[in-house]
T-cell receptor, first 115, second 110 residues
Framework: DAGVIQSPRHEVTEMGQEVTLRCKPI?????LFWYRQTMMRGLELLIY????????DSGMPEDRFSAKMPNASFSTLKIQPSEPRDSAVYFCASTPSQGFGSPLHFGNGTRLTVT | KNEVEQSPQNLTAQEGEFITINCSYSVGISALHWLQQHPGGGIVSLFM???GKKKHGRLIATINIQEKHSSLHITASHPRDSAVYIC????????????FGKGTSLLVTP
């Protein structure tokens, strides 16, 4: 099992540009989560999906952020337009649907720098 | 106010010492996770508990639901244990979403 795969590992972009982060969850996992980590705020949930359907997007900062999960093996997090305050590490994680007793599997993260 | 508080924020220990990291939370939870984040940035799930105690190698995690408190213990610490340890809770009201503590940065010196 390859684990949760995120791409790219690093992204440097200029303010105002569109950024797309990608995630492939572990096969068979029904839940997919997008988290953001900053020094100031630590880890924060942005949005999560169950069976490709967005369940809770209350953590999405504003309309500049959008996330999709077109199928069970792929999700994207898009920021348009990007701003310097979006600089952070973005993690994707997945877990199987086994009630509340399932561990979380994280990808290696995408380090985003917006200049 | 963060519902999850960890202490200490930073911890330095000598190799071989017994280490305890604490996590307190203020609301009802369905599960508590302990995560480890190495300097390279990857995050690994160490434990998921809803009651009692779990042990894996030199790591032990306990939770007291009534006191809303969990501890992560490391016995015979080693420099390779140096990492950030993060407590996260799954709130009953939010389903699968996790609320995270700010983490405890552990440095174990030889």
């Amino acid at each position: 099992d390859a684990g949760v795969i995120q791409s790219p590992r690093h992204e440097v972009t200029e303010m105002g540009q569109e950024v797309t982060l990608r995630c492939k969850p572990i096969s068979g996992h029904d839940y997919l989560f997008w988290y953001r980590q900053t020094m100031m705020r630590g880890l924060e949930l942005l949005i999560y999906f169950n069976n490709n359907v967005p369940i809770d997007d209350s953590g999405m900062p504003e309309d500049r952020f959008s996330a999709k999960m077109p199928n069970a093996s792929f999700s994207t997090l898009k920021i348009q337009p990007s701003e310097p305050r979006d600089s952070a590490v973005y993690f994707c994680a997945s877990t199987p649907s086994q009630g509340f007793g399932s561990p979380l599997h994280f990808g290696n993260g995408t380090r985003l720098t917006v200049t | 106010k963060n519902e999850v508080e960890q202490s200490p924020q930073n911890l330095t220990a000598q190799e071989g010492e017994f280490i305890t990291i604490n996590c307190s939370y203020s609301v009802g939870i369905s599960a508590l996770h302990w995560l480890q984040q190495h300097p390279g940035g990857g995050i690994v799930s160490l434990f998921m508990l809803s009651s009692g105690k779990k042990k894996h190698g030199r790591l032990i995690a306990t939770i007291n639901i009534q006191e809303k408190h969990s501890s992560l213990h490391i016995t015979a610490s080693h420099p390779r244990d140096s990492a950030v340890y993060i407590c996260a809770v799954r709130l009953r009201v939010t389903g699968y979403a996790l609320n995270f503590g700010k983490g405890t940065s552990l440095l174990v010196t030889p």
